[in-house]
T-cell receptor
Framework: SQTIHQWPATLVQPVGSPLSLECTVE??????LYWYRQAAGRGLQLLFY??????ISSEVPQNLSASRPQDRQFILSSKKLLLSDSGFYLC?????????FGQGTRLTVV | EDKVVQSPLSLVVHEGDTVTLNCSYE??????LLWYKQEKKAPTFLFML????IEKKSGRLSSILDKKELSSILNITATQTGDSAIYLC?????????????FGQGTILTVHP
C-alpha cells in the first residue's frame, strides 16, 4: 500500500534562517505531489505541485521554493524565512482527485 | 479563479445533535468535490462526489452534491465527541488543473458531551 512520510513534525526557526522540509512517497511510481500550507487551523492553500521529476509549478509567489530531485521525493525550501512563513505545511499525493496527506510539519518562525 | 466557500466557519453542538455543513464552489471544469476530516494533523478522506456519484453515506455521515446549485452538504447524525474536528471541503477541476484541489476555509465542529 502507498504511504507518505513527511518530516520533521515540528520546527522552530529564527527569522532569516534557511528551511528544508522533505516528503517521500512509497508504494507508487510517478505520483503527482503537492505542498499545502494551512494557517491557524483553517483551509489549505496550495503552494506547489509537481507531475514529475524536475517539474514544479508554483501557485503563489512567495518566499518559498520546491524541488523534486527524485520520482518520490518532494522538498520545500526557503533561503531566508519570514515571520509570515509560520504555519502548518502538508505534503500530499493524489490518485485522480483523491489526495492523501503526510502528517504535516508545524513551522514556527521566531 | 476557483473558489470554495464553507459555512458555518464554526459550530458548537451537544452529543446526539445532527449537524449540516455546507460547501459552495465556483470552479472551471468541475470534476469532483471531496470532504475531509482533520483532527490534529493530516486530513483524512471522507467522501468524493462526482457527476456519476452525487450521494455518499458511511455510518452516521452522509453527503450530497447539488451540481445545479454548485454546492454540497455534509450531514452528521447522532454526533459524538469524536466528531470534533475541522471539516474541509475541496474541489477538483479538470483540464490542466488535473489533480489539484481548491480547499474551502473549513468548518470547526465542536461536540460537547
Amino acid at each position: 500500500s502507498q504511504t507518505i512520510h513527511q518530516w520533521p513534525a515540528t520546527l522552530v526557526q529564527p527569522v532569516g534562517s534557511p528551511l528544508s522540509l522533505e516528503c517521500t512517497v512509497e508504494g507508487t511510481s510517478n505520483p503527482n505531489l503537492y505542498w499545502y500550507r494551512q494557517a491557524a487551523g483553517r483551509g489549505l492553500q496550495l503552494l506547489f505541485y509537481s507531475v514529475g521529476i524536475g517539474q514544479i509549478s508554483s501557485e503563489v509567489p512567495q518566499n518559498l521554493s520546491a524541488s523534486r530531485p527524485q520520482d518520490r521525493q518532494f522538498i520545500l525550501s526557503s533561503k531566508k524565512l519570514l515571520l509570515s512563513d509560520s504555519g502548518f505545511y502538508l505534503c500530499a499525493w493524489t490518485i485522480t482527485d483523491k489526495a492523501f496527506f503526510g502528517q504535516g510539519t508545524r513551522l514556527t518562525v521566531v | 479563479e476557483d473558489k470554495v466557500v464553507q459555512s458555518p466557519l464554526s459550530l458548537v453542538v451537544h452529543e446526539g445533535d445532527t449537524v449540516t455543513l455546507n460547501c459552495s464552489y465556483e470552479v472551471t471544469n468541475f470534476r469532483s468535490l471531496l470532504w475531509y476530516k482533520q483532527e490534529k494533523k493530516a486530513p483524512t478522506f471522507l467522501f468524493m462526489l462526482t457527476s456519476s456519484g452525487i450521494e455518499k453515506k458511511s455510518g452516521r455521515l452522509s453527503s450530497i452534491l447539488d451540481k445545479k446549485e454548485l454546492s454540497s452538504i455534509l450531514n452528521i447524525t447522532a454526533t459524538q465527541t469524536g466528531d470534533s474536528a475541522i471539516y474541509l471541503c475541496a474541489v477538483g477541476a479538470g483540464g490542466t488543473s488535473y489533480g489539484k484541489l481548491t480547499f474551502g476555509q473549513g468548518t470547526i465542529l465542536t461536540v460537547h458531551p
